[in-house]
Structures are given as structure tokens and as C-alpha cells.
């Protein structure tokens, strides 16, 4: 038996589910200011984009220092985490709402 939904942070768990036709709610560490830092490089959410059609992704909308002045292609330069939790309850609610609607649990 699979799961009905992946809620969590970018692993190989969401590439498995994926794999396996399970909706996906990704929690990036990537903030949405930081992806076209490096026009040369795609940034890790884009390079690593769980490959299903029932992906919802959900970043931070502006990093957090040190980020914001540090760049290592769109990774965090801190010790712990600070930019992903910047993620609100009430977005991941309102994914899940969106992901139960399009995928017509019940």
C-alpha cells in the first residue's frame, strides 16, 4: 500500500513517491528570490523538480540573512534551518485543501 500524500522536505522520499504516482506537497529550503541568482546554474528546486504532475511546491518567499549576502547555488549558509521555516502552517493547509480538491479524495 502507498501513501495518499508526501508532505515534507526535498529527499529521496518525494523521488520515490513521485515515482509511485503519489501526490506531493515539497517544503523547499530554496527561497523564490534566490532561484535566478546564477543564470548559468539551474537552482536545486528546478534541477531536482520531483518529476510528478501532482507537485505542489512550497518556498519562502525572501531569504533569510546569511543567505541573502552568501550564495552557494541556491543553498542554505547556515548551520540550522532558518529560510524553509518561514513556511506557514496555513500554506501547507491550504496545499493540502488544494491537493485533496485536484486529486478528488474523500
Not at 548551520?79 to 501547507?92: F, G, V, W
Amino acid at each position: 500500500h502507498y501513501a495518499k500524500l508526501y508532505i515534507g522536505h526535498d529527499t529521496s522520499t518525494v523521488h520515490f513517491s513521485a515515482s509511485n504516482n503519489v501526490p506531493i506537497i515539497l517544503l523547499s529550503r530554496e527561497s523564490e528570490d534566490k532561484m535566478n541568482d546564477h543564470p548559468e546554474y539551474l537552482s536545486s528546486i528546478m534541477r531536482f523538480y520531483p518529476n510528478s504532475n501532482k507537485a505542489i511546491i512550497l518556498q519562502p518567499k525572501k531569504c533569510k540573512w546569511p543567505c541573502n549576502t552568501y550564495s552557494i547555488h541556491g543553498g542554505c549558509a547556515s548551520p540550522y534551518s532558518h529560510c524553509i521555516s518561514q513556511i506557514e502552517s496555513d500554506e501547507i493547509v491550504q496545499a493540502y485543501i488544494k491537493m485533496k480538491e485536484d486529486c478528488q479524495w474523500k
